[in-house]
């Protein structure tokens, strides 16, 4: 069981960052593959950013690449996502997932969620 609990996210202009963090329980969390997904209103959640459990590859949607960065840190049990350049359609309610890492970029592939942060861009 892992639980996991999000944080960062809050009101920024267009142009911006912000950076969220997941805090994961749990002592097996580097044997976890770990996802961001994001939640717009009246739009199906959508994959973001994901990092193999020992963090030597990570993946990005095409509308994030160059602009996200994902990270994690297995002794701290976190991992985070940090979010440059930042545009109004970024406006979403973003969440923290573990999973077994073998469907990354897949809503199915991940076991474990988190409550969800809400990231709103204003232009």
């Known amino acids: 069981q892992v639980h996991l609990v999000e944080s960062g996210g809050g009101l920024v202009q267009a142009g911006g960052s912000l950076k969220l963090s997941c805090a994961a329980s749990?002592?097996?969390?580097?044997?976890?593959?770990m996802g961001w997904f994001r939640q717009a209103p009246g739009k199906e959640r959508e994959f973001v950013a994901a990092?193999?459990?020992?963090?030597?590859?990570?993946y990005y949607a095409d509308s994030v690449k160059g602009r996200f960065t994902i990270s994690r840190d297995n002794d701290k049990n976190t991992v985070s996502l940090q979010m440059n350049s930042l545009k109004p359609e970024d406006t979403a309610v973003y969440y923290c997932?573990?999973?077994?890492?073998?469907?990354?970029?897949?809503?199915?592939?991940?076991?474990?969620w988190g409550q969800g942060t809400q990231v709103t861009v204003s232009s």
């Open positions: 990092i193999r459990g020992s963090g030597g590859s990570t």
């Open positions: 749990g002592r097996t969390f580097s044997s976890y593959a």
């Open positions: 997932a573990a999973g077994s890492g073998i469907y990354v970029s897949r809503f199915e592939g991940y076991d474990y």
